[in-house]
């Protein structure tokens, strides 16, 4: 059977307040779960992983200083990783590229007890989720 295409996920461009931090810390976890530095430029850079890429962009049309996942708008990437292993070894080496922590006092069940997951905040405000995905058979 043949995959559709149409609706399927091209891109995502999200802007921040400062490159650096970006190229830090998102960059860091991107390459870590797979993705590939795809286009880079003055103000940004963007990860490709198949034929999805995420863009960021440190726009001069900026109109704030950090990002708000309160606010309306994007509150979080989820990203699913391979086991609850990996989310720990991930979880663990990310305080050294920018992350904190979020809900430390329910982790690694915040999202619930059947939930094995990580909510990791940047300096410049951005929620990553990094969701452990069992892949043994179901009953």
Same mark, same amino acid.
């Given at each position: 059977m043949k !995959?559709?295409?149409g ?5 995502? =461009?999200?802007?921040? *307040?400062? /490159?650096?931090?970006?190229?830090a810390?998102?960059g ?7 993705y ?5 430029w003055s103000?940004?850079?963007s ?7 995420l863009?960021?962009? !440190?726009?001069?049309?900026?109109t704030?200083?950090?990002? =708000?996942?309160?606010? *309306?708008g /994007?509150?979080?990437l989820?990203?699913q990783?391979e ?6 070894a991930l ?8 992350w904190?922590?979020l809900?430390?006092?329910?982790h690694?069940?915040a999202g ?11 300096d410049d ?5 990094l ?5 043994s058979?179901?009953?």
């Amino acid at each position: 059977m043949k !995959q559709p295409t149409g609706g399927t996920l091209h891109h995502v =461009e999200i802007w921040v *307040p400062n /490159l650096d931090i970006a190229t830090a810390s998102l960059g860091w976890l991107l390459e870590a779960l797979g993705y590939t530095l795809f286009q880079s430029w003055s103000n940004g850079r963007s990860w490709q992983l198949g034929p999805t890429y995420l863009v960021f962009e !440190q726009s001069p049309a900026l109109t704030s200083d950090r990002h =708000e996942r309160c606010r *309306p708008g /994007l509150n979080h990437l989820a990203f699913q990783v391979e086991g609850k292993t990996t989310v720990d070894a991930l979880t663990s080496e990310a305080a050294n590229h920018g992350w904190h922590l979020l809900f430390g006092d329910r982790h690694p069940h915040a999202g619930g007890e059947q939930h094995y997951a990580a909510y990791l905040e940047n300096d410049d405000g951005f929620e990553i989720e990094l969701v452990a995905i069992d892949k043994s058979p179901q009953p």
